[in-house]
Nanobody, 122 residues
Framework: QVQLVESGGGLVQAGGSLRLSCTAS????????MGWFRQAPGKEREFVAA???????DYADSAKGRFTISRDNAKNMVYLQMNSLKPGDTAVYYC????????????????WGQGTQVAVSS
């Protein structure tokens, strides 16, 4: 079955950086759009960034200029490099997969992992 395992979260001070990783198995990774979403306490899960198999990307306005999504199809991995972190970035971060094109709606993705917690202190 499909597995997506997120890692790389942690506690960081405002202005710091983290690199999240998502390891995929059980699917033909190079066929799938991969997306990063996040969910803060009491809030709905929201789109952060997504990447198509050939490398094209899309970012939420909150992520543009600070976050970079990338993927390694040979390793079945997708990454989210997060720089200039802010307290508002505190959330559980999830990676999801879907076929075809990028979509910003979380219900259009399949999420198989537990997420990774990111906490940014001021």
């Amino acid at each position: 079955q499909v597995q997506l395992v997120e890692s790389g979260g942690g506690l960081v001070q405002a202005g710091g950086s983290l690199r999240l990783s998502c390891t995929a198995s059980g699917l033909t990774f190079s066929n799938y759009v991969m997306g990063w979403f996040r969910q803060a306490p009491g809030k709905e899960r929201e789109f952060v960034a997504a990447i198509i198999p050939s490398g094209g990307t899309d970012y939420a306005d909150s992520a543009k200029g600070r976050f970079t999504i990338s993927r390694d199809n040979a390793k079945n991995m997708v990454y989210l490099q997060m720089n200039s972190l802010k307290p508002g970035d505190t959330a559980v971060y999830y990676c999801g997969e879907r076929i075809r094109w990028i979509d910003r709606r979380d219900k259009r993705y399949n999420f198989w992992g537990q997420g990774t917690q990111v906490a940014v202190s001021s």
